[in-house]
Nanobody
Framework: QVQVVESGGGLVQAGGSLRLSCAAS????????MGWYRQAPGKQRELVAT???????NYADSVKGRFTISRDNAKNTVFLQMNSLKPEDTAVYYC?????????WGQGTQVTVSS
């Protein structure tokens, strides 16, 4: 069994900050990529940021310069520091972990940015 659990979502005013955390546990080995996606109401799920075990990162253009992804490989944990939040960042944020032959998703955490 593998568990992917997110935390840290909530309600924040525009311009504020939030830090999301995600921990993968259970029978999971050799994680390569860890990352975050989001889905706003009525929209498709989209990539926010990802990071590989080698330290490479990738960001959506809409969050570059505002969001920072980091990870703790020893603890199978990934973080998303979100600064200068905008109302359009409102969405359910999903954590994903993947390796050779597998991808797991968390249940999601709601982020709401008020104007």
């Amino acid at each position: 069994q593998v568990q992917v659990v997110e935390s840290g979502g909530g309600l924040v005013q525009a311009g504020g900050s939030l830090r999301l955390s995600c921990a993968a546990s259970g029978s999971i080995f050799s994680i390569d990529a860890m990352g975050w996606y989001r889905q706003a109401p009525g929209k498709q799920r989209e990539l926010v940021a990802t990071t590989t075990s080698g330290g490479m990162t990738n960001y959506a253009d809409s969050v570059k310069g505002r969001f920072t992804i980091s990870r703790d490989n020893a603890k199978n944990t990934v973080f998303l520091q979100m600064n200068s939040l905008k109302p359009e960042d409102t969405a359910v944020y999903y954590c994903t972990v993947s390796g050779r032959g597998y991808r797991y998703w968390g249940q999601g955490t709601q982020v709401t940015v008020s104007s």
